[in-house]
T-cell receptor, first 113, second 113 residues
Framework: EAGVTQFPSHSVIEKGQTVTLRCDPISGHDNLYWYRRVMGKEIKFLLHFVKESKQDESGMPNNRFLAERTGGTYSTLKVQPAELEDSGVYFC???????????FGSGTQLSVL | AQSVTQLDSHVSVSEGTPVLLRCNYSSSYSPSLFWYVQHPNKGLQLLLKYTSAATLVKGINGFEAEFKKSETSFHLTKPSAHMSDAAEYFCVERRRGSYIPTFGRGTSLIVHP
């Protein structure tokens, strides 16, 4: 069974550009989470989808971040325009139903120069 | 506010010696607690979880953790470190009634030959 996959694994962009990160959860997992880790700090929650609906987006830092999950399958996280402080590792995780076990992707390392 | 505290950013041990990674939580009601491990360039992997059953929880790769309500702690231990244990470890809390897991800052475990 395929795990959670994230694409790209690394992205280097200039300040002001747009970047779109993609997450493919495990098939059948309704819950999809985005997290971010800025260097040396804790992994912070960004938002939670249940199927295609945003259940909780309280962790989204500002309106430059837009997450979507069309059809309740894969999800994208777009940053537009990117700023220096957006650099970090973006993790996606999924879980099934009410299960507490999260399955994580390998993350996308975003560097904004 | 940070609800999960990992007291050490780095822990260094020699191969074959015991491992202790410390974690304190802050939830007033018994939360669900987890330890995840991240090896370089890999996604986070669940080591073990506590969900109000037995207070001593055994996980994969010889790790275990003990839930101590009186100390609000959930420290991770292993009797004998192996070189392959070198990784970053995250303590995670999920409060009762919440879908959102909260991460600690992580502890890097360094294992010397």
């Amino acid at each position: 069974e395929a795990g959670v996959t994230q694409f790209p694994s690394h992205s280097v962009i200039e300040k002001g550009q747009t970047v779109t990160l993609r997450c493919d959860p495990i098939s059948g997992h309704d819950n999809l989470y985005w997290y971010r880790r800025v260097m040396g700090k804790e992994i912070k929650f960004l938002l939670h989808f249940v199927k295609e609906s945003k259940q909780d987006e309280s962790g989204m830092p500002n309106n430059r971040f837009l997450a979507e999950r069309t059809g309740g399958t894969y999800s994208t996280l777009k940053v537009q325009p990117a700023e220096l402080e957006d650099s970090g590792v973006y993790f996606c995780a999924s879980s099934q139903g009410t299960s507490e076990k999260l399955f994580f992707g390998s993350g996308t390392q975003l560097s904004v120069l | 506010a940070q609800s999960v505290t990992q007291l050490d950013s780095h822990v260094s041990v020699s191969e074959g010696t015991p491992v202790l990674l410390r974690c304190n939580y802050s939830s007033s009601y018994s939360p669900s607690l987890f330890w995840y491990v991240q090896h370089p360039n890999k996604g986070l992997q669940l080591l073990l979880k506590y969900t109000s059953a037995a207070t001593l929880v055994k996980g994969i790769n010889g790790f275990e953790a003990e839930f101590k309500k009186s100390e609000t702690s959930f420290h991770l231990t292993k009797p004998s470190a192996h070189m392959s244990d070198a990784a970053e470890y995250f303590c995670v809390e999920r409060r009762r009634g919440s879908y959102i897991p909260t991460f600690g800052r992580g502890t890097s475990l360094i294992v010397h030959p």
